[in-house]
């Protein structure tokens, strides 16, 4: 939507931060005339208007927020075209006491369906029957029905819960949720999870070999970074898909790859990595049960249009001076 009186909005002097390549600026074309909005690559950043208050940040893995800080000292707003902001949590910006909102919620479902596929890759048998036709040989084995899995969502957050959600529209029995506190009982009695654990209970309360899908949904943080590491890895079911759709840095790779290569009727899905792109010497790659995608999981050729329509909602909430929808904490931890 874009806020009733264009005049008003034009008081909030905005900049988007476009993408080099401009995909997906169709979607801004009314908004951009409408409300004037300045459009600037990443390398123009020093033409931006040094009144200007808020600003959308559609450059993917933008980062050059102190700079931004610097040339628009009267910046009160950021929004992103994106889940992750880690990147961007500078001591400067810490500091700044800048309101910056995500893009939670917009790229829930088609992440939700990667791991989906992910799941029915390993499951079906269709990673084996892969490399079966590689090798000119084909051998006959029995499949998982969608009812024998368990699954456990390592970040039971927005996305977890989507996660939660497909794999019960899969048929998938039980799902299970972990983050770093438990929530109120009726919270969990109202969402998708089964129950809800912390890390702390796994491998002492619960057993994750008990779980035939695990998925990661963390974010990078120093709380979370390696937390997915050789203990928990070595304690995995014999047959198991682990797919990660969160932040590589939470996962112990090199961990991964020996769980892999002592597994080998399982299966490591793996959206993200530490560092991204692996060296083409890293051991996942050595790893044939191990499939490795360029953290593209919730690129969808229409999740500009929500970007899009999350920004000009909030831009239009923001100049009538009402709450912000995805608020996230930048406060130093």
């Not at 080998?264 to 490795?292: M, R, Y």
């Amino acid at each position: 939507m874009i806020a009733n009186d264009a005049d008003t909005a034009r008081r909030v002097r905005t900049c988007v931060i476009d993408r080099e390549d401009g995909a997906g600026a169709q979607y801004l074309d009314r908004a951009t005339a409408e409300l004037g909005l300045q459009v600037l690559t990443p390398s123009q950043l020093a033409d931006i208007h040094p009144d200007t208050e808020a600003v959308y940040v559609r450059a993917s893995y933008w980062t050059d927020i102190d700079e931004l800080l610097r040339l628009a000292p009267g910046l009160k707003w950021v929004q992103l075209s994106m889940v992750g902001y880690d990147r961007l949590l500078t001591p400067a910006f810490r500091e700044s006491g800048v309101t910056l909102t995500n893009a939670r919620g917009v790229l829930d479902d088609a992440i939700a369906e990667f791991v989906v596929g992910g799941t029915l890759l390993w499951s079906k048998g269709l990673l084996t029957s892969t490399l079966d036709s590689r090798a000119h040989c084909a051998h006959y084995r029995q499949l998982l029905g969608n009812a024998e899995l368990r699954a456990l969502v390592l970040g039971a957050g927005s996305i977890g819960s989507a996660v939660a959600r497909h794999l019960r529209g899969i048929g998938v029995p039980r799902v299970d949720g972990v983050r770093r506190t438990i929530p109120p009982m009726a919270e969990v009695a109202a969402g998708p999870f089964d129950r809800v654990l912390t890390f702390a209970q796994l491998g002492r309360a619960v057993d994750i070999a008990d779980y035939s899908v695990i998925v990661a949904v963390l974010p990078s943080s120093p709380t979370t970074s390696g937390i997915i590491g050789a203990e928990l890895l070595e304690g995995l079911a014999e047959r198991v898909v682990f797919i990660n759709v969160g932040r590589g840095d939470t996962v112990d790779n090199i961990a991964l790859a020996e769980a892999m290569a002592q597994r080998p009727g399982s299966a490591a899905v793996l959206d993200v990595t530490a560092p991204e792109p692996l060296p083409a010497a890293h051991p996942l790659f050595a790893q044939p049960n191990v499939v490795i995608s360029p953290h593209m999981s919730g690129d969808t050729r229409d999740r500009h249009r929500g970007f899009a329509e999350l920004f000009l909602d909030n831009l239009a909430r923001y100049t009538a001076g009402e709450p912000l929808r995805n608020v996230v904490e930048t406060s130093a931890p």
